[in-house]
């Protein structure tokens, strides 16, 4: 079933609306599309990644709680009977069967704000787990662009090197031609051999890398495939490595990670629901106040007939007040108010974490800034040495290592560049996260 609604830039009601009307098992099988862009993986993914899918149960399950919680509030109604036969000879009436019905009901009319604060407490925490699903689809998605940045690397790694080794196979087939009119030496043919023989094994290490790649996203998307026909089956990646320089200022980037990141807020939120539960630990302290009433059947003395039975309505009001438990009540708050330190440690150790994590990844997104700047002018430049000294050799002013050694620098440098592409928008997409900034899912 598809829920196109479920964007992580909705609101956390929102998010709590789509995780309660998705499924909770996608089919368990998926046939193999023919062609796969980003934009449809990261759609894909928001169905069927497991962690999206545990993070939904997870409100599911808060939502159980909330609702637990919430009963203590209203009125309680409960239906009783007993029946209960003796022996004539230990009943000094000469009656053997005793039976009684009734029921009653209970409302809480003052617990000592107890009640309150739990459910408000309970609340907090559902209001921490959306935001919790908020902050596993940041980073679900964030995997599944990184293991497709990954894939188009590794991709056009595998380009790169094929040119690699055409370019040693011409020169090869080159210098053959050249020996055969001898014009060079045996040791130069050798040489080419060689260049030729060592660019394969760097061939096939991408192509393997390619391949631990596309099952590195399909565990990322939760993509299952169990049915015979896809076993095999690749689609066609659709999508290219871009460079469009962007830069964020760090004041800015720090005020939108401290206001919009899901697990600071989410932090913040559990401080709430600790501080509610203080409120709720003190409540032990006060009496507790609830009206009762209810109807009762009881058999009559002397008869064995229900129709001549006892009955009649009770109506009252019941209190409590724990005097002295032993310090009990002491003990829970002091608990609580633990708790409550060490969720404030939290908040303060998170928010230092959130403003490291911005400046790394602002800083890290300058170095691939400048390195994917500088390695357009290195392309260019060593293309041009590749033909300057194909040239210098066809004219006998160059040697074939001159040559090699060209050509090698070309393939490193075409190398580079497709890291340093894939750097930049991997740096780009970590600024986004660390700043809280949702995915913008294409």
């Known amino acids: 079933m598809k829920m196109p609604f479920l964007r992580p830039a909705f609101t956390v009601l929102g998010l709590a609306c789509a995780a309660s009307l998705l499924p909770a098992a996608p089919n368990p099988t998926q046939p193999v599309p023919e062609t796969l862009d980003l934009p449809t993986a990261l759609t894909f993914a928001l169905e069927n990644n497991f962690s999206i899918r545990q993070a939904k149960e997870q409100i599911r399950q808060q939502e159980g709680v909330v609702l637990e919680t919430t009963a203590a509030r209203l009125p ?13 000879q230990i009943d000094q009436y000469g009656d053997s069967r005793y039976w009684r019905t009734g029921l009653n009901a209970t409302q809480v009319l003052y617990a000592g704000g107890g009640i309150t604060a739990g ?9 921490a787990a959306i935001l919790a699903f908020q902050s596993v689809i940041d980073n679900a998605l964030l995997e599944v662009r990184t293991k497709f940045y990954t894939l188009l690397v590794d991709r056009e790694k595998i380009k790169v090197q094929e040119q690699n080794v055409d370019l040693l196979k011409r020169q090869l087939q080159d210098v053959r031609s050249r020996y055969e009119a001898g014009t060079v030496s045996n040791f130069e043919v050798l040489r080419a051999e060689v260049a030729l023989a060592n660019a394969q094994p760097a061939l096939i290490t991408s192509r393997n890398d390619y391949r631990l790649a596309i099952e590195e996203l399909r565990q990322a998307l939760g993509f299952v495939t169990a049915t015979e026909p896809n076993v095999t089956k690749v689609p066609d990646f659709v999508g290219t490595l871009e460079f469009f320089p962007v830069a964020y200022e760090l004041r800015p980037a720090l005020a939108s990670a401290r206001g919009k990141r899901p697990d600071l807020q989410r932090l913040y939120k559990l ?3 600790a501080e509610q539960g203080v409120l709720a630990r003190r409540a032990g302290y006060r009496p507790n106040l609830s009206l009762f009433g209810g109807y009762n059947w009881i058999k009559a003395p002397a008869t064995e007939s229900f129709s001549r039975a006892h009955d009649g309505v009770t109506v009252g009001i019941q209190s409590s007040w724990a005097v002295f438990d032993g310090r009990a009540t002491s003990g829970r708050v002091a608990q609580a108010k633990s708790l409550l330190e060490q969720v404030k440690l939290s ?16 800083s890290t997104l300058q170095e691939a800034n400048e390195l994917a700047g500088a390695s357009k002018k290195v392309i260019e430049q060593a293309e041009e040495a590749v033909r300057l000294a194909n040239a210098r050799f066809g004219a006998g002013t160059a040697t074939q290592l001159d040559v090699l050694t060209a050509e090698t620098e070309l393939t490193t440098a075409r190398l580079n560049q497709l890291q340093a592409y894939y750097s930049y928008n991997v740096a780009v997409a970590n600024v986004r996260r660390a700043m809280g900034v949702t995915d913008e899912m294409k």
């Open 76 to 88: 309680a109604l409960s239906a009783s009977g007993s029946y209960q036969r003796d022996a004539r």
């Open 119 to 127: 459910i408000r407490g309970q609340r907090l925490t559902l209001d």
């Open 271 to 273: 401080q709430a629901a």
């Open 347 to 362: 908040v303060a150790e998170a928010e230092l974490t959130v403003d490291v994590d911005v400046r790394r990844a602002i």
